[in-house]
């Protein structure tokens, strides 16, 4: 396996980054959010966390931000019917800790608004991670959690129900306090919302 790789950001194309290691150039597939990160580094020195992905016609080198966006991309790709470019569709949505907390809360809706991923998916997804994604998270962070994990999601329904999507309501309970109740945090994501505009 190739853990690592370090060189100079030749080009970042819509799907993969080329660096120059030693005068060759390896193209490394990686997430929009990783591409995004690389575009801004052309010409310099970085170093990527890599997976070599081995099939009988083909080798590929897929690049992450770190060690936890590896780990879980790793685990995306040993659930039945998904492969690499489903799982970097996945981590494009979302930030892994995000990703990881919907796992732990059993929140399929949250795969569901990611391009591409259906229902069935989104709920094989959910099942299948759960004991990977909880063996490995020894902290959630940036949302509520335990106790709070259902006052948290069926508040983000009931901003859903007012129109915001997922992701949007999820932005609008950024920061809640995490003992508050339903009816709390939909007030306190709706005045958040009116706030930004």
């Not at 997430?31 to 990160?37: C, Y």
């Not at 007012?162 to 109740?181: I, Q």
Request: net charge neutral; hydrophobic share 45%.
């Amino acid at each position: 396996m190739i853990s690592f790789v370090r060189g100079r950001v030749a080009e970042v194309e819509p799907d993969r980054a080329v660096l120059d290691v030693g005068g060759v150039g390896l193209a490394i597939f990686a997430s929009g959010r990783q591409l995004s990160a690389l575009s801004r580094q052309v010409g310099e020195q970085v170093t990527v966390q890599t997976y070599l992905h081995v099939r009988e016609d083909t080798l590929q080198i897929y690049g992450f931000a770190d060690a936890r966006e590896r780990a879980f991309f790793q685990a995306l790709i040993a659930v039945s019917g998904v492969g690499p470019k489903v799982a970097l569709a996945v981590l494009s949505g979302y930030p892994v800790n995000e990703l990881e907390l919907a796992v732990v809360r059993d929140d399929a809706q949250k795969f569901e608004s990611i391009s591409g991923i259906g229902k069935k998916l989104a709920q094989r997804l959910v099942v299948e991670l759960k004991d990977r994604v909880a063996a490995g998270v020894e902290r959630l962070g940036g949302a509520p959690v335990a106790g709070d994990e259902r006052a948290f999601m069926l508040a983000r329904s009931a901003l859903q129900n007012l129109g915001l999507s997922v992701r949007g309501a999820e932005e609008a309970l950024r920061g809640a306090p995490g003992d508050a109740a339903v009816e709390d945090l939909v007030k306190y994501a709706l005045k958040r919302s009116k706030e930004r505009l």
